[in-house]
């Protein structure tokens, strides 16, 4: 049954305002479809073009529901599952009874898209009762969605085009033909709720625009991302490795290895810029460290626990003798896997800062950790470099009293613009994270955390929005998300402000009342995972690594095996200038040297024939746009490459303290 309050497209209509374009409408700025029944009380109703960005989730919820249409139609019996919108485009699930589908099956999906778009079916919604959802699809026995309804609360909808239905809450654009572009990208394997204990389904991932000349653009950029993809440069260019036995665990390199050091050593010298203190700590603890801090109940399925054969002997003992029921033989386990590998270092840095009396005069306190964290991630999510099982963090933990967290959340929001513009990240947005439902904590200690954020965001002028219940289990956060050179979106760097944990680990220091108070913690890191961050910067920069961050920045090549020693000696000479140098002194012709230098993406090439030995110097050549610069002496050389060897910051803070003081009185010389 329908409901008869009025929809988006009715009012819109009344006003006018309803033309050929308008795919939905803004309701007091949240987006409805023009199906949907206007809450009471509604004043703003404005129209939605299918131009607008906003547009885009409609357009591809859509297409979502006409793909599982045409994949029901070539393949009946096929079941469904969950079918949204995403960032990129859309997907479905399906069940196929444990079959595939091929690229072949693919394009026969697209063509009967193709087929029920030019139909122009209208999206049909349909308010209905619990028992009527149950009984359509129990007719149309589908088994994922009868689950889904009833986890279900509040209103009931569905959603037809033609005789396709579906349960769903929309938003859905006006009819099919609206969707004037779309294209299926690929095809993988899920588990039902992402449990891999779940049923397998098959997922069929697509994109959808508003015009054919949009979906060629993002088509363009998919292309460009497959070649900055930093598994295949990571392969290709020698810089990271897998292997089974360690699972979702990175080996660096040496060339890699180079890099990841130079990210480190990085974050390090702004570390002794802005008064912070490296520690280091274990890597294993009693799980009573994880008990203290609520990690270990609140996030006990991504931990590795640990036992030694000790512990496990007198379990198996127990276990063999008198423990029989369920309680006593859980106890026991628990006993004989008594360590826990840290997965963060909060809990680490509490110890540290408890371990011995504090006063107000050493707050801030800024603790610094690179220390390796472990985390089990499903082997579903795993990916790469930018989700993996073990990592470092260029990670750091402040503590200070509530009078300086604005103070401390202020300056890291400086660090933090400081090192994303060292990296040419230029496009940087906030995102104010608030409490999750599953949480630590009472709701007192949550409303003064996320207010001591968005204060100091607010005074610091920066825009930002707000994601509802992403926050940590213990604080709010900060999120800073950048977009790479080809305009996809990461979330790297945060900050979070946490008065719990203090609280749980009874952390104290001596104000100036000679009182003890309460510090507060905040848990902050620019680069976030080194690792993924590392992937991140790797595909924004197609393996072309700027020259400071290079493996080797200027690669030797001799014309010839008789001019080997003074590249030998040119080597030298660099790398006591501080420059990291590579050599060919194969017998390979020059072309090949050249054209592998280029493929390993070095920034500068050295060609040694004689020419260069009698002038003691390199004929040299720049990697961007395969640039000749001609024969230089060898102190030339090394001017010009040290100059950017430093991060643009460093060279920028150089300048600046070498630059001559202006002369004083007198008119200004340059007027």
Not at 96 to 111: M, N, P, Q, Y
Not at 124 to 132: G, I, K, Q
Request: aromatic share 8%.
């Amino acid at each position: 049954m329908t409901s008869a309050r009025e929809t988006a497209g009715q009012r819109l209509e009344a006003l006018g305002k309803l033309s050929p374009r308008v795919v939905g409408a803004k309701v007091d700025g949240v987006i409805y479809d023009l199906h949907t029944p206007l809450p009471e009380g509604v004043e703003k109703v404005s129209p939605l073009d299918k131009s607008a960005p906003a547009a885009l989730k409609l357009i591809r919820h859509s297409s979502a529901h006409v793909m599982a249409d045409a994949v029901q139609r070539l393949f009946p019996g096929t079941k469904v599952a969950f079918g949204p919108a995403t960032d990129a485009g859309f997907f479905y699930d399906y069940d196929r009874g444990g079959k595939t589908f091929s690229d072949d099956d693919l394009r026969a999906i697209e063509a009967k898209m193709s087929e029920i778009i030019a139909e122009n079916r209208p999206f049909v919604r349909e308010s209905v009762t619990r028992d009527e959802a149950r009984e359509l699809l129990t007719k149309l026995e589908e088994p994922y969605k009868l689950e889904h309804l009833e986890r279900l609360e509040g209103d009931i909808s569905l959603y037809r085009h033609g005789d396709w239905v579906d349960l769903c809450e929309g938003p859905h654009v006006p009819s099919t033909g609206f969707l004037e572009a779309f294209q299926l990208t690929h095809v993988s394997g899920c588990y039902w709720r992402g449990d891999e204990t779940n049923p397998m389904l098959q997922r069929i991932y697509g994109t959808a625009f508003a015009t054919a000349k949009d979906l060629r653009g993002h088509l363009k950029r998919l292309e460009e991302a497959k070649k900055r993809d930093h598994r295949k440069l990571g392969k290709e260019l020698d810089l990271v490795g897998f292997h089974p036995w360690a699972p979702a665990s990175p080996f660096f390199l040496p060339r890699g290895a180079t890099v990841y050091r130079l990210l480190v050593d990085y974050i390090r010298r702004l570390y002794s810029r802005t008064g912070y203190e490296e520690v280091v700590t274990p890597q294993i603890f009693d799980t009573q460290l994880f008990e203290t801090s609520g990690h270990l109940p609140g996030y006990a399925e991504a931990m590795y626990l640990a036992a030694t054969s000790e512990n496990l002997e007198k379990a198996s003992a127990a276990l063999a003798g008198e423990v029989h029921d369920e309680q006593a033989i859980e106890a026991t386990l628990r006993e004989s896997i008594r360590f826990g590998i840290k997965p963060m270092n909060c809990p680490s840095h509490c110890l540290i800062f408890g371990m011995q009396r504090r006063s107000y005069r050493d707050l801030p306190w800024r603790m610094a950790d690179f220390g390796r964290l472990h985390r089990f991630e499903r082997s579903g999510v795993v990916q790469g470099l930018t989700r993996v099982r073990t990592f470092a963090q260029d990670d750091a933990h402040i503590f200070c009293t509530l009078e300086q967290v604005q103070g401390e959340i202020t300056a890291f929001l400086d660090l933090v613009d400081a090192v994303y513009r060292d990296f040419a990240f230029d496009d940087v947005h906030l995102v104010v994270a608030t409490r999750p439902d599953k949480r630590i904590g009472d709701d007192a200690i949550w409303d003064t955390s996320e207010a001591a954020l968005l204060d100091a965001v607010v005074a610091k002028g920066i825009p930002y929005e707000i994601a509802v219940g992403e926050g940590a289990f213990y604080g709010p956060k900060i999120e800073f998300h950048i977009k790479d050179a080809i305009g996809r979106p990461w979330q790297m760097g945060t900050i979070q402000a946490d008065f719990t944990l203090p609280e749980r680990f009874d952390l104290s220091y001596v104000g100036e009342d000679n009182k003890a108070h309460r510090p507060v913690m905040l848990h902050r890191a620019a680069l976030g995972s080194v690792e993924r961050f590392f992937a991140v910067l790797l595909e924004h920069v197609g393996g072309a690594f700027p020259l400071w961050l290079a493996p080797e920045q200027i690669k030797l090549l001799t014309v010839s095996q008789k001019f080997n020693d003074y590249a030998l000696e040119a080597k030298a000479q660099l790398e006591a200038a501080g420059l990291r140098v590579d050599v060919d002194l194969t017998d390979a012709k020059l072309g090949a040297k050249i054209r592998q230098a280029r493929l390993m993406r070095v920034p500068y090439m050295g060609v040694i024939g004689e020419k260069e030995v009698e002038a003691r110097g390199l004929a040299l050549r720049k990697r961007e746009g395969q640039k000749d610069l001609g024969l230089l002496p060898l102190p030339e050389v090394v001017g010009m490459l040290l100059g950017e060897a430093r991060p643009p910051s460093e060279r920028t803070a150089a300048s600046s303290e070498n630059s001559p003081e202006p002369p004083s009185g007198g008119p200004d010389p340059k007027v």
